[in-house]
């Protein structure tokens, strides 16, 4: 088997970035860049006041102070948007914040300095020269590169889009996954349960929601039951995906029917099955497509498994095809609040615990139901605590590597 370093190198080896696709900016925010940005003027585009005040000429306001205020003539005024009038010596504009700086003039007063009385300002203090105006080109020059292919787009990222005149851009494209269910005893959604042996799925849509919330494109494809017609024909229709995930069907006794069917209808070149860790040892990983660029995964059956799985192999793969540089989810040390102990330690273990965030520090409990089955652990928990090969057991106030599938703890 492999290791978790291992099998996780071989999927992100075997991972490519898809193309780019051209969005409008409105559905850019979270996308990755696929060019870069390019300045197509200076930012600002001339001289402008960072105040409310009053554009004067530097030499009309030297030694102004509370008792021997500057007195100038007011003239025309500056508002954001207008060319303003020439400033002749003697005389003040008011200009408002954003408005350009009149030619002549080369500082601006703020209005508390100032009183206006009679169509004239007086000014109370003498500022240094160039005071509150905002230079031509102080953000950036026509030319520059602003934003380089392979950034996320945030919020700041789409004003600067948008200051520079992009309504589209490219950026890096979505995988489309496919998920496909095996299993007699699954019923989906509304279906009636007619024998005790039946459960009805929590796995297809916890797969769902993980894959949308990894930023990817999820279809559920169907429900294939433990027959080879069944499975050959729902993979039929993964054809069109980049990538397909299947839970269930891919434990020791049935991998042979998910080996073989995959190969057959999708020419899927198998890496790997098996993982030396816990939950998850069952994944199975390959390749397909042309130029073995579309990625399989068989997925365990049982609930947690599936989710640990998704999270510490099928999300960095899929971070990966959209061109994000970090594809990893937040890894901290936290102090255990209690002992943990395990009965095997030959694999790497994921348990499920509960982070917080107190004085400093994050802090580990573990819960206490870690079976595959348990998907009440993963509703309790917002993290994976790592136990590595060869322990057996942990102390309170012992630390303990944590991979964070869930960070809204950290909001205050």
């Given at each position: 088997m492999l290791t978790y370093q291992e099998a996780l190198s071989v999927i992100l080896e075997n991972t490519k970035i898809l193309g780019k696709e051209k969005v409008f900016l409105n559905d850019a925010l979270n996308r990755?860049?696929?060019?870069?940005?390019?300045?197509?003027?200076?930012?600002?585009?001339?001289?402008?006041?960072?105040?409310?005040?009053?554009?004067?000429?530097?030499?009309?306001?030297?030694?102004?102070?509370?008792?021997?205020?500057?007195?100038?003539?007011?003239?025309?005024?500056?508002?954001?948007?207008?060319?303003?009038?020439?400033?002749?010596?003697?005389?003040?504009?008011?200009?408002?914040?954003?408005?350009?700086?009149?030619?002549?003039a080369d500082t601006v007063i703020q209005k508390e300095f100032t009183k206006v009385e009679d169509g004239k300002v007086y000014i109370y203090k003498e500022l240094k020269k160039g005071s509150n105006i905002r230079p031509k080109a102080g953000d950036y020059k026509k030319g520059d590169v602003l934003i380089k292919s392979g950034k996320t787009l945030r919020p700041p990222e789409i004003g600067i889009l948008s200051s520079v005149n992009k309504p589209t851009i490219y950026v890096y494209q979505k995988p489309r996954v496919a998920i496909i269910t095996t299993g007699d005893e699954i019923l989906d959604l509304a279906e009636p349960i007619t024998k005790e042996s039946q459960i009805r799925t929590s796995n297809t849509y916890s797969l769902y929601a993980q894959v949308l919330q990894a930023g990817a494109y999820p279809t559920v494809i169907g429900f294939a039951k433990d027959n080879p017609e069944d499975v050959r024909?729902?993979?039929?229709?993964?054809?069109?995906?980049?990538?397909?995930?299947?839970?269930?069907?891919?434990?020791?006794?049935?991998?042979?029917?998910?080996?073989?069917?995959?190969?057959?209808?999708?020419?899927?070149?198998?890496?790997?099955w098996k993982v030396a860790i816990k939950p998850g040892k069952p994944l199975v990983f390959g390749t397909w497509g042309e130029d073995n660029s579309k990625l399989f995964f068989g997925i365990p059956g049982n609930p947690v498994a599936s989710m640990v799985v998704f999270e510490v192999f099928v999300k960095p793969a899929l971070r990966k095809m959209m061109g994000y540089e970090k594809i990893h989810s937040l890894t901290v040390d936290a102090i255990l609040t209690q002992d943990f102990s395990r009965k095997s330690a030959d694999r790497l273990e994921f348990i499920r615990v509960n982070v917080e965030y107190k004085n400093g520090n994050f802090y580990a409990t573990p819960f206490g139901k870690q079976g595959s089955n348990i998907l009440t652990g993963m509703v309790n928990a917002n993290g994976l605590g790592i136990v590595e090969v060869g322990v057996e057991s942990l102390k309170k106030d012992d630390k303990i590597r944590v991979v964070l599938f869930d960070t809204e703890f950290l909001y205050g």
């Open positions: 990755v860049l696929a060019e870069d940005i390019v300045a197509d003027r200076d930012n600002p585009p001339a001289d402008n006041s960072g105040m409310d005040g009053f554009a004067v000429r530097y030499e009309d306001i030297v030694g102004a102070s509370q008792t021997n205020p500057a007195v100038l003539k007011i003239f025309g005024e500056s508002k954001a948007g207008d060319i303003p009038p020439v400033l002749e010596k003697g005389y003040a504009i008011p200009i408002y914040t954003g408005a350009l700086i009149p030619q002549g024909e729902k993979l039929k229709y993964a054809k069109n995906f980049d990538v397909v995930l299947t839970t269930g069907g891919v434990s020791v006794g049935e991998y042979d029917l998910v080996k073989d069917f995959v190969k057959e209808v999708l020419n899927v070149n198998i890496h790997f």
